[in-house]
């Protein structure tokens, strides 16, 4: 058995990711580099011979600057724990793409090119000349169509086969190629000498220091550099990337014949409408409402009464089943009122997740995100955002961890800050069932108006903190907005469910685990006292005790039920459990036929409309669950700005709900 | 000249980048090099930022990034 470990390394845009599911399907594992916490994609194909392991890196367009990606890209790809770098390059954007090509080749491991979206070039009316390409940088170059699965078996043969280290091309001048010589031998650097002398000439010390060099020696070394480049036009940091351009340049017009025709491709036909002058608005805002009217419209709501009626059958069929081996009473209701009528609460909201899950992986799949970023980004920039911060507001929508990891394309420090502070306040799925049940019981009416106004007000509060916070955070800087505009995709089928499935996998887990936990603990704490006597009634045990003791915080809100204080408590772990816990502290799923429906009776009995109401608001805005509070603190760096985080969030949670109970109640309602 | 007065349409040669373009690392890097042409597509709806077709792709940039650039218009 031969063992390989493959880096898999590409621009962003250049179909990786579609690559990487494509060859390993279902076989992968997310784990997490040393030290960072950036997640590691890792995937397996063993066929009989061979066992590759492939690692999936984070999409870049450089080596030589320094971002936290950037940097893990550059010290793996060159850790003796790779065999192969396979480089992903998007044929239909090739200059670019070489760029990083020629980086990676100067590592000087074994490497192959794989030509990706050959489909999208051919389509487009020009010619690629692969031989001549391969020829030109000496390496292997294979092609594929990862979307298609075409090519897929050539490559993994490709990458079984053994390969030469990368050859070093002598594409620059002669004077950069002596002073490279030059670097080279007084450094002394065993792995990528070359890599390390080309950043040297770019970064100076900098990029020398990360290997422990002493500076002393190194400022004459520095010195060489500067005098060598001193009648130079271009500087420093600009020379290098250059002549590798003018390599790139004149290589692709070797090799590639592009299509004279200044016809527009269908990318860009459809861009002309979608960022057009005056519709690009009218579209955004039809494409935002079909996607929450094809999850809490008609069709979720369809699909989830199937869904709910299953749920009840089989929570029936196991009340039934305990009952007929005659448990005892005792377990009975731990099974039936705690962990089936607490889990069985929130899994009913699975239909109508999974769709809200589908269609943002499609939004994020097209290419529509970064286009929707442009259009905002002129508005967005008044509240102290970006456009770049509107991505990870709308995968916020699904789940807050992913939108946090999703900030890091804004590339200063602050303004990622102020984008990670406003993400939580975007409505995410978790908390969607709190609405949805809230609403279904006092606003039997108007439901939707209810449910759509919380997300309104998640947006409204999110913008209006950043103006806010501006202030605090981001003053002064000047932000950037560079981003590429990426062609329009079809979305694949495999990704789409890979992606999605892994968030459903994801919300059905922490029901099976966290939830059921959660609810065994609410139960058993809210059916004894702290003396460990069975409680006569529920507000005398130690959960009633606690949430007692609580609940004046919240009077204020109109909430002051000691079980809203506990549900809210709760709710840190995962949002979903904020129902779960009144699921279980209102002793649903008595009947053996557990629903959503029936929360309404109590629910009506403990809040108003406008109680309720600020309950909502309160839940919708107070600091994140506990999983995007360890992302939050991850991403940030920073405990000090992770709490004013969560404290902010939680301080403007407390403040709107008590505006909108007080004033409600003034005006009468 | 700057990338900045191009209009929609119009095509430009990179004759320099300014030195205090914030990630100009990263403009180079994404190939806007120096000799490099460069066609202004559209600006967005509200005026700002702008995209740019460089080397083969579509590229989004903001007005005061543009302004670092300068160009030489090409003229068809």
């Known amino acids: 058995m031969i063992k390989k470990t493959i880096a898999l390394v590409g621009n962003p845009n250049c179909g990786k990711s579609t690559l990487f599911n494509t060859l390993t399907g279902s076989n992968q594992y997310v784990g997490n580099w040393p030290g960072v916490t950036v997640e590691k994609k890792l995937g397996k194909i063993k066929r009989s011979d061979h066992e590759l392991t492939l690692v999936d890196l984070p999409g870049i367009y450089s080596l030589s ?23 992903v390059v998007d044929a239909a954007n090739l200059e670019r793409n070489l760029f990083l090509t020629l980086q990676l080749m100067e590592i000087g491991k074994p490497m192959i090119v794989v030509l990706n979206m050959i489909d999208v070039l051919k389509a487009r009316g020009d010619v690629l000349n692969i031989q001549k390409l391969a020829q030109r940088l000496g390496v292997e170059v294979v092609e594929v169509v990862a979307s298609k699965a075409e090519g897929i078996e050539t490559l993994v043969e490709t990458m079984e086969a053994d390969h030469q280290p990368a050859k070093f091309i002598e594409l620059y001048s ?22 390390h002398a080309i950043r040297f000439i770019e970064e100076g010390m900098v990029a020398a220091l990360d290997h422990g060099k002493d500076a002393v020696d190194l400022s004459a070394l520095n010195q060489t550099v500067e005098e060598a480049l001193k009648d130079n036009p271009l500087d420093r940091d600009m020379i290098i990337s250059d002549e590798k351009y003018r390599f790139i340049t004149e290589v692709s017009r070797d ?53 709910e009626a299953f749920i009840s059958s089989v929570i029936g069929v196991i009340a039934s089943f305990l009952s007929a081996i005659g448990v005892s009473d005792w377990v009975y209701a731990l099974v039936v009122d705690g962990i089936l009528g607490g889990v069985g609460s929130v899994l009913g ?49 699904g789940c807050t961890v992913p939108a946090l990891m999703a900030t890091r394309t804004l590339e200063n420090e602050r303004d990622r800050r102020l984008t990670m502070i406003i993400v939580p306040f975007m409505s995410c799925s978790a908390r969607f069932p709190i609405y949805a049940v809230f609403a279904a019981a006092l606003f039997k009416e108007h439901q939707a108006v209810a449910v759509y106004s919380m997300y309104l007000l998640g947006i409204a509060v999110a913008i209006l903190s950043g ?53 065994i603990v609410i139960y058993v704490m809210s059916t004894y006292t702290f003396a460990l006597q069975p409680a006569v009634d529920a507000a005398d045990s130690i959960i009633g005790s606690i949430g007692t003791f609580i609940a004046p915080v919240f009077s204020p809100l109109g909430f002051g039920d000691w079980r809203s204080s506990i549900a809210l408590i709760v709710g840190f772990v995962a949002k979903e459990a904020v129902v779960s816990t009144l699921g279980v502290l209102h002793g649903v799923g008595n009947a053996a036929s557990a629903g959503i429906s029936e929360l309404a009776a109590p629910i009506q009995n403990a809040y108003t409309p406008l109680s309720g109401l600020a309950f ?23 405990w000090k700005w992770t709490l004013i985080a969560i404290g902010y969030q939680t301080g403007v949670a407390y403040v709107v709900a008590l505006v909108v109970y007080q004033v409600g109640t003034h005006l009468g309602f | 000249m700057t990338l900045k007065d191009l209009l929609p349409g119009q095509r430009g040669v990179i004759e320099s980048l300014g030195k205090q373009s914030t990630l100009r690392k990263r403009i180079i890097d994404m190939g806007l090099t120096i000799g490099t042409e460069i066609k202004v597509i559209k600006r967005a709806p509200l005026g700002d930022p702008i995209e740019i077709k460089v080397r083969g792709y579509q590229l989004s940039l903001r007005q005061h990034e543009a302004h670092e650039i300068h160009v030489q218009v090409l003229s068809d």
Do not use: Q
């Open chain 1, 65 to 87: 600057t320094s971002t936290l990606e950037e940097v893990i890209t550059r010290e793996y790809a060159e850790s003796g724990e790779v065999d192969l770098i396979v480089n």
């Open chain 1, 255 to 307: 090799v590639l014949v592009r299509n004279a025709s200044d016809k527009p491709t269908l990318s860009e036909r459809i861009d002309a409408i979608l960022t057009h002058r005056v519709l690009a608005f009218p579209i955004f805002l039809l494409i935002m409402w079909g996607v929450f009217s094809l999850a809490f419209g008609p069709i979720g709501a369809f699909a989830k009464t199937y869904f």
């Open chain 1, 174 to 195: 002669p004077k950069i190629l002596k002073l490279i010589k030059t670097i080279r031998e007084s450094l002394k650097i065993s792995v990528s000498p070359n890599l």
């Open chain 1, 616 to 638: 909502m608001t309160f839940s919708l805005l107070y600091m994140p669950c506990i999983a995007a509070f360890a992302t939050l603190k991850r991403e940030m760096n920073s």
């Open chain 1, 467 to 519: 103006i806010i916070l501006k202030r605090y955070v981001t003053k002064g800087i000047t932000s950037n907005f560079i981003l590429e505009l990426p062609e329009y995709h079809w979305p694949t089928l495999r990704n789409l469910t890979l992606h999605t499935w892994d968030k459903i996998k994801g919300f059905i887990i922490k029901a099976g685990t966290i939830l059921v936990l959660a609810s």
């Open chain 1, 349 to 397: 909201f699975l239909p109508e997740i999974t769709i809200l899950f589908i269609v943002l992986s499609i939004l994020e799949d097209t290419g529509y995100m970064a286009r929707a970023a442009f259009i905002m980004d002129r508005i967005l920039r008044k509240f102290g955002l970006s456009g770049k911060s509107f991505i990870p507001m709308i995968i916020g929508f």
